[in-house]
T-cell receptor
Framework: TQLLEQSPQFLSIQEGENLTVYCNSS?????LQWYRQEPGEGPVLLVT?????EVKKLKRLTFQFGDARKDSSLHITAAQPGDTGLYLC???????????FGTGTRLTVIP | DADVTQTPRNRITKTGKRIMLECSQTKGHDRMYWYRQDPGLGLRLIYY???????NKGEISDGYSVSRQAQAKFSLSLESAIPNQTALYFC???????????FGPGTRLTVL
């Protein structure tokens, strides 16, 4: 059983559409990160959220940390082909020494 | 030049062989990590090190060992490779537990 479950696992949409990716857990996290990974490369950090209810925006990407700090979402507005990739959430459980990664959502944006 | 490098990038080996994957970083970070990536399972932590004298097991350490030769170098060994160790392996570094992790480009390992 994975500590962080992401949904959907796969998502294929047309350019210009909106989408939301979810990251859920039964554990409480002191902070949560979102990474994007492109083929042949390692993951690259997009954002870190640390406060329950926090919302951060990165151009067309909006990240939200749940009030109880057990879940997070990533919303992309007007998706573009350059958004294609594997999106990974990762969290630090309060008092733990390492980061736990989610199962990943593979997004394909079709031109 | 890349901040985190991994060698080799690709490796095909046979069951029972000993394999070493190497990682070097120029970030100056004390913390280094080895992850395994399988489809549908995200990244799972194999081992992590907070400094040269500190090595810790992660979620899936069985069948693996590591060596932290210097602050900048962290290697992963498979003493006797088996087919279910076929995966993409990533090395990463960070300043502290909750800070950004910087990943290498990965090593694709196939065990026949």
């Amino acid at each position: 059983t994975q500590l962080l479950e992401q949904s959907p696992q796969f998502l294929s949409i047309q350019e210009g559409e909106n989408l939301t990716v979810y990251c859920n857990s039964s554990s409480v996290f002191s902070s949560l990160q979102w990474y994007r990974q492109e083929p042949g490369e390692g993951p690259v950090l997009l954002v870190t959220v640390v406060t329950g209810g926090e919302v951060k925006k990165l151009k067309r990407l909006t990240f939200q940390f749940g009030d109880a700090r057990k879940d997070s979402s990533l919303h992309i507005t007007a998706a573009q082909p350059g958004d294609t990739g594997l999106y990974l959430c990762a969290g630090v459980i309060t008092g733990a020494n390492n980061l736990f990664f989610g199962t990943g959502t593979r997004l394909t944006v079709i031109p | 030049d890349a901040d985190v490098t991994q060698t080799p990038r690709n490796r095909i080996t046979k069951t029972g062989k000993r394999i070493m994957l190497e990682c070097s970083q120029t970030k100056g970070h004390d913390r280094m990590y080895w992850y395994r990536q399988d489809p549908g399972l995200g990244l799972r932590l194999i081992y992590y090190s907070f400094d040269v004298k500190d090595i810790n097991k992660g979620e899936i350490s069985d069948g693996y060992s590591v060596s932290r030769q210097a602050q900048a170098k962290f290697s992963l060994s498979l003493e006797s490779a088996i087919p279910n160790q076929t995966a993409l392996y990533f090395c990463a570094t960070s300043e502290w537990t909750g800070s950004e992790q910087f990943f290498g480009p990965g090593t694709r390992l196939t065990v026949l």
